[in-house]
């Protein structure tokens, strides 16, 4: 079997996106040319000739010590960093860091030429590298396309400062433009890594509660998998956001009404009811969101999609209308209620507002024409909600970005705005063979790869058939019977005992700790001490990776985690100064993570007492 042969198989094994771009791909360039030679010493070099210039792309002597060299700079490198390089090349380096011996997390390589890439595919066998797990390749024109979304799930709030990025050699003569947009989409994914855990930071204390107290409601949900397959195929989905041009074209939505999913967010719905449109679902996922933009009783005639983390005033505000919907939780508690009783809650992209929550809602219900109105996400005149007052230019913000609108003119939009342009950027092009996503908004920022129209025309030719949307929803009932909502309830009484031994184990686990700095610091210290506190302190952080109940208190001690977290890779050239460093780390996480159990257990217990009355009231 050739090279090429072996590797396409094994990308096919392994990569589906790579190999249906290399096998669909058919634009090569002829005015790039690809040769291997021999190296002088050992291995091999690939000659690129290009504009009548010939690039030795790697050491014509040694592409393996040239490779070394690299991995000599990355080897005391964080072993959770995430390793990116602006080119394959022949796969020398690839190799390398497979047999490094402190490896790292992952290893990103994004190579600008399909040229490259194929030639190599025909003249070298790249089997162990394409069959490791730790390697991820993004050709451009085959699977670049996909790059954006991978950076964006493979970074969290907690990992996004070990991202290191690399050019080998030539490439940044040859592909400059394409190295410049990797380190930009590579910066773009970090700035929202970083805002995301800014904000999970600021929001800890509401996220806490929220999340709490939403176990009051959950045995009486549905859930958004509950609606798979359920809505006719050829029905489009309209998502109501409440920009300001909103009020160019909402008077047609009227129109749509039972020949589309209607799906409201929040601080749309009341304009909406006020116009004479009842929306068919409504989204709130804030856990601030205020509660004045549900002071209308008519909101309960409409389904409530919400998240565990939503504002629970909201939630108990609209207890008793039409329905719970749990849209989506990356809460591990939550999400094993529902596979432990044969159900399940996907965690798909929230994307950080209602209005990309409400998107994401209709692409996971396999929507295959998504439209968006009122979805400015950039200024029009002097507005930024639907229905509101104009604002004057004193108040206008200082920190205005430029972007390109539907018209392909000039506008501004802020921040975080810009932030929510990008995410659909990403989306849009992410989901471009499954979703048409079309932009019916008449107004505010262009989002790339979407198709623009009016919402008459979405209308016209859209929404030719009629549904019993109500029906439709109706049919689908609470996603647990009786039994399995009192067995839910027994299972919160149980977790108090996980929560009790969360407590016992990380204070053993402090009291340890202080006791070996002062036992270092006097001196008087065994290594059967150290052994004894280093098995106290693994307990602990097995407890803390693997109980359902402690991610209440992990997901509330963010920044102490971070601060635990950042440099504790950094070693003290003195091993005792470094073990007291690390436990005065530890201890001040755990006395975090203890503070916050203080806070839980009351909540908890009023939880319970609240969802037994509810049971008892049925």
Known sequence: MSYFNKNIECIKNNDKDLYEGIINYIEYSNDIKVYTFDAKIEGQYIELQADNKRYYMSSTYSPTAEALRIIEKCKDMDPRSKLAFVGFGNGTLARELINMEDSKAAYIFYEPSPEVFKHVLENYDLTDILNNRKIHIFVEDYNSNKLNIWLNDAFSYSNWKLLFIYTLSKYDRLFSDREKWFKSLCGDILKTKSIECNTIIEFAEDTLKNS????????????????????????IAIVVAAGPSLEKNVHYLKEAKNKALIIAVDRAAIYLLNQGIEPDMVCTVDPRKPLWIFDDDR?????????????????????????????????????????????????????????????????????????LIGQDLAT?????????????DRNRPDNMIEVEDVYGNTAYTTPDFYEYIKWYNMQIEYLSDKVEVIDATEGGAKFKGSTIMTLKEVIDNYCTNEYDIEAIIDSVGETFNENIKKSIVQDYIKSKDNFKKIKRVLSEAVSDMNRGVTLIKRGTYTNRDLDNIEKSVFKGNQLIEESLEAFFFVESSLEEELEMTDDIYEASDNPLDETIRLYEKIIKYYNKLLETEAKVMPMWDEMIEKVQDKMSNI
Do not use: C, Q
């Open 299 to 371: 909101l309960k005639n409409s389904p409530l999609v919400i998240s565990p983390n939503s504002n629970i005033n909201v939630i108990n505000r609209l207890d008793g209308g039409k329905r719970l919907i749990y849209g989506t939780s990356y809460e591990p508690y939550n999400t094993e209620i529902f596979n432990k009783y044969g159900s399940y809650i996907p965690a798909f992209p929230i994307g950080g507002s209602v209005a990309t929550f409400a998107f994401y809602l209709a692409v996971y219900w396999e929507f295959s024409r998504v439209v």
């Open 212 to 235: 709490i107290e939403s176990l009051v409601h959950l045995p009486f949900v549905t859930t958004s998998y509950d609606f798979l397959n359920k809505f006719p195929k050829d029905m």
């Open 380 to 392: 029009s005149g002097n507005k930024h909600h639907a229905g509101e007052e104009e604002y004057n």
